[in-house]
């Protein structure tokens, strides 16, 4: 089946510096990945997904993700954080249920964002 | 171009009742999944709806069921409501079964007393 892990429960950072959040994944074949951010009382809002191509992937909000095939990886970067960044992000992981041909996502557990002024 | 819509925003029920939540898609979306996501956790897939036909299922039981509509909105019902299944319920909406993103609507929070 395929998994995401997201290893940081929080990541604390000052408004101006670099953020990474970080993603790591278990797939058979080839891995679609997506970021997604949920603000308090809010549904999910799609930020950037990776299908095939260029290792760097571009998204919303200044966000951009990095895909690492050997790592396993799929890291979530800004490199100037806001403090409206804060908020919760998940990565998921496409999972096409067999032969079903139908898909569905499986979400990481979160890793909440604190950006401080 | 309005985005998924849910309703209600919130619900209180008492365990052993029954539960409706509605969700119309995203324009020109055809396809709507709904997750469970319970305090502090990533949400988890209940099952998911195109042409009207439940097409996959996560881990829950029979007492969540759900239809769709021609015009592509979804319902979830639950029955016989248990304390665990307090949660937020998200409804998401694609565009057929390739890699475009889901859509999520704000979710309905759901308490059960």
């Known amino acids: 089946a395929q998994s995401v892990a997201q290893p940081e429960d929080q990541v604390n950072v000052a408004e101006g510096n670099p953020l990474t959040v970080k993603c790591t994944y278990s797939?058979?074949?080839?891995?679609?990945l997506f970021w997604y951010v949920q603000y308090p009382n809010r549904g999910l809002q799609f930020l950037l997904k990776?299908?095939?191509?260029?290792?760097l992937v571009k998204g919303s909000y200044g966000f951009e993700a990095e895909f690492n095939k050997s790592q396993t990886s799929f890291h979530l970067k800004k490199p100037s954080a806001l403090v409206s960044d804060s908020a919760l992000y998940f990565c998921?992981?496409?999972?096409?249920?067999?032969?079903?041909?139908?898909?569905?996502?499986?979400f990481g557990t979160g890793t909440r964002l604190l950006v401080s002024p | 171009d309005a985005g998924v819509t849910q309703s209600p925003t919130h619900l209180i029920k008492t365990r052993g009742q029954q539960v409706t939540l509605r969700c119309s898609p995203k324009?020109?979306?055809?396809?709507v999944s709904w997750y469970q996501q319970a305090l502090g956790q990533g949400p988890q897939f209940i099952f998911q709806?195109?042409?009207?036909?439940?097409?996959q299922r996560g881990n829950f039981p029979d007492r969540f069921s759900g239809h769709q509509f021609p015009n592509y909105s979804s319902e979830l019902n639950v029955n016989a409501l248990l304390l665990g299944d307090s949660a937020l319920y998200l409804c998401?909406?694609?565009f057929g079964q390739g890699a475009s993103p889901q859509h999520f609507g704000d979710g309905t929070r759901l308490s059960i007393l």
């Open positions: 998401a909406s694609s």
């Open positions: 797939v058979s074949g080839n891995p679609y």
């Open positions: 990776y299908i095939t191509g260029d290792n």
């Open positions: 998921a992981v496409r999972d096409m249920g067999g032969n079903t041909g139908f898909q569905k996502l499986v």
């Open positions: 324009s020109g979306h055809d396809t």
């Open positions: 709806y195109y042409e009207e036909e439940e097409r």
